[in-house]
């Protein structure tokens, strides 16, 4: 079966430091692996995604991640957090045998402390 | 549109009464996707649409639930005599293409209690 797996619920980060938001992956075949942010009261937004080619990834907002087949990981990072980054993180895998549905894990919560 | 525009955005409902929940696409958008999201938890898949034509309704918890668009663009998601259960946000989201490589945009999503 395919799934998602953010295995911390909350990171706890200090501004100005480097964040790590963790995305390992099950799936059949090549993976297509999505990052979004929820900010209180709105909707999804698309950060970055991984289709093929060079493993780290760019996105949004200073936003990058990290494609590690071996580890079957896509980890959501930033050298220097903001405090405006404080939200709800959300990783997804497209699920290629169903319309491409996306499949997505329970989410972790970013606090940045000033 | 600007973006992917839900309404109502807050929804309450009596246990037992029917909600129609509305879905404006960005213009053009040929796929859309209904989600619901539980407190605390993703996103879970409902249906899906490519254009008017409702390609995967797996997703749909029960035969209370039904979606509907009927002219490729705007999207009713209706649920029928609703139960507790059925509280969480719902989320609609489309995307240019179908495609497994391009990105989905989301509404803000209407909040359902049932009470």
């Known amino acids: 079966a395919q799934s998602v797996a953010q295995p911390e619920d909350q990171v706890n980060v200090a501004e100005g430091n480097p964040l790590t938001v963790k995305c390992t992956y099950s799936?059949?075949?090549?993976?297509?692996l999505f990052w979004y942010v929820q900010y209180p009261n709105r909707g999804l937004q698309f950060l970055l995604k991984?289709?093929?080619?060079d493993n780290l990834v760019k996105g949004s907002y200073g936003f990058e991640a990290e494609f590690n087949k071996s580890q079957t990981s896509f980890h959501l990072k930033k050298p220097s957090a903001l405090v405006s980054d404080s939200a709800l993180y959300f990783c997804?895998?497209?699920?290629?045998?169903?319309?491409?549905?996306?499949?997505w894990g329970a989410g972790t919560k970013l606090i940045i402390k000033p | 549109g600007a973006g992917v525009s839900q309404s109502p955005r807050y929804k309450v409902a009596k246990r037992g009464q029917d909600v129609a929940l509305r879905c404006d696409p960005i213009s053009g958008h040929v796929s859309l996707f209904w989600y619901q999201q539980a407190l605390g938890q993703g996103p879970e898949f409902l249906t899906y649409f490519q254009n008017e034509a409702q390609l995967d309704k797996s997703g749909l918890p029960s035969d209370r639930f039904f979606a509907e668009r009927p002219e490729g663009s705007v999207s009713t998601l209706k649920i029928q005599r609703t139960q507790q259960e059925d509280s969480a946000v719902y989320l609609c989201a489309s995307s240019l293409l179908q495609g497994p490589n391009t990105e989905a945009f989301f509404g803000q999503g209407t909040r359902l209690t049932v009470v």
């Open positions: 799936v059949s075949g090549n993976p297509y």
């Open positions: 991984y289709i093929t080619g």
């Open positions: 997804a895998v497209r699920d290629m045998r169903s319309n491409y549905q996306l499949i």
